[in-house]
């Protein structure tokens, strides 16, 4: 025999949620109750009662001690043991004999599977069913409204009001409800039709400052690819040192080795007492550039120990061979003109271009 104590009764209506007293519930496992209620045919957890889970507080029908439970007949109407219950709540005006039939069977059907039907009956060319056979089917009564008003709201008729009017409209119109959010993690759309709201970021400081952030890095990332593409159409243009310069006029220049030109040009200007030349600084080991030790008297590279003397010959260290002399000559003007394009070499155990013409300036 089926247990009607209050206490049985309410836990029938709770199904998988936690008696009270109980701590607050989160949307997910709300969602994952109304889902299950859903599926099962149920009654759904009505605005009031989705609020109170969330707060933490009892629903309107229930108590700690289980005294306003809901009526017998409610309840009856909730689980769906008592056919007999449900086909007398169920209107008998505008109802066929063939809906009649499926309603004395007690089973209620789902919402879905009312929308099935009537696509069917679209098809067949038979008429679609109209308000009060989908609420029959339903298994809901058919004026929810006619309650008293003092008494607390229950849990059933509510779901009921929101099931049938939903039901009614996918049955008329064919069309499937929109949904506004983003659905709870791990339920379907439908959750969110049946009252539970989805919950975004909250509009705080932290996070408006995490979206300009969030939009800066996007704009940043297209500026640097809008220069990017556009530095692309640009020509690449080589600037290259000069090749030819002067140097002044050989009067000013003393016996021995001047460094003055040798960041700008990277050249020595040597003077000895019957000729000017220029050498052209640049090691012939590796290519780096050696330092002028006066006190030495001899050129000495940084990078691998090659020796020269005065004037750029080689006396130690890896330097397979002289440094190379630049062409000079006099220009109009009476001073001497340089061309570091063209110089003149001694390579090793071959004859010298050392007193080639334009290798030096007599004096």
């Given at each position: 025999m089926a247990d009607d104590s209050p206490?049985?009764?309410?836990?029938?209506?709770?199904?998988?949620?936690?008696?009270?007293?109980?701590?607050?519930?989160?949307?997910?496992?709300?969602?994952?109750?109304?889902?299950?209620?859903?599926?099962?045919?149920?009654?759904?957890?009505?605005?009031a009662?989705?609020?109170?889970?969330?707060?933490?507080?009892?629903?309107?029908?229930?108590?700690?001690?289980?005294?306003?439970?809901?009526?017998?007949?409610?309840?009856a109407a909730a689980l769906g043991s008592a056919g007999s219950a449900a086909a007398t709540s169920a209107p008998s005006a505008g109802i066929s004999e063939e809906v009649a039939k499926w309603v004395a069977t007690g089973k209620k059907w789902s919402k879905s599977a009312i929308a099935a039907e009537q696509a069917g009956r679209g098809r067949k060319g038979l008429p679609a069913l109209n308000d009060a056979e989908i609420t029959a089917l339903l298994g809901e009564p058919a004026t929810p409204a006619a309650a008293p008003a003092a008494s607390a709201p229950r849990p059933a008729a509510a779901a009921a009001t929101v099931t049938a009017s939903a039901a009614a409209s996918v049955a008329r119109s064919g069309e499937p409800t929109k949904y506004v959010g983003t659905p709870a993690v791990g339920t379907s759309k439908a959750v969110a039709g049946v009252g539970v709201a989805s919950v975004g970021p909250e509009n705080n400081e932290i996070n408006r400052q995490r979206r300009r952030l969030v939009w800066s890095t996007v704009a940043a990332f297209l500026a640097a690819w809008f220069l990017a593409f556009f530095r692309f159409f640009l020509p690449r243009?080589?600037?290259?040192?000069?090749?030819?310069?002067?140097?002044?006029?050989?009067?000013?220049?003393d016996l021995g080795v001047e460094t003055k030109w040798q960041q700008k040009y990277r050249i020595w200007v040597d003077r000895t007492p019957?000729?000017?030349?220029?050498?052209?600084?640049?090691?012939?080991?590796?290519?780096?550039?050696?330092d002028w030790k006066p006190s030495e008297d001899k050129f000495k590279c940084p990078c691998h120990g090659s020796g020269y003397d005065s004037e750029g010959v080689n006396f130690e260290g890896p330097a397979p061979r002289p440094m190379d002399r630049a062409h000079i000559e006099r220009?109009?003007?009476?001073?001497?003109?340089?061309?570091?394009?063209?110089?003149?070499?001694?390579?090793?155990?071959?004859?010298?271009?050392?007193?080639?013409?334009?290798?030096?300036?007599?004096?």
């Open positions: 206490k049985s009764v309410v836990n029938s209506f709770l199904e998988h949620l936690p008696p009270w007293p109980r701590k607050a519930l989160s949307n997910s496992l709300i969602a994952m109750e109304q889902t299950y209620r859903q599926r099962e045919g149920l009654p759904l957890l009505t605005d009662d989705i609020e109170a889970l969330k707060a933490g507080q009892p629903m309107l029908w229930e108590s700690g001690d289980a005294a306003s439970a809901p009526a017998p007949a409610a309840t243009t080589l600037f290259e040192p000069v090749t030819s310069f002067k140097i002044g006029y050989a009067e000013e220049y019957d000729r000017l030349f220029v050498i052209y600084a640049r090691c012939t080991h590796l290519g780096c550039t050696p220009s109009p003007d009476g001073q001497i003109l340089v061309d570091v394009s063209r110089l003149y070499q001694w390579p090793k155990g071959q004859p010298s271009q050392f007193n080639d013409d334009g290798s030096y300036l007599s004096v």
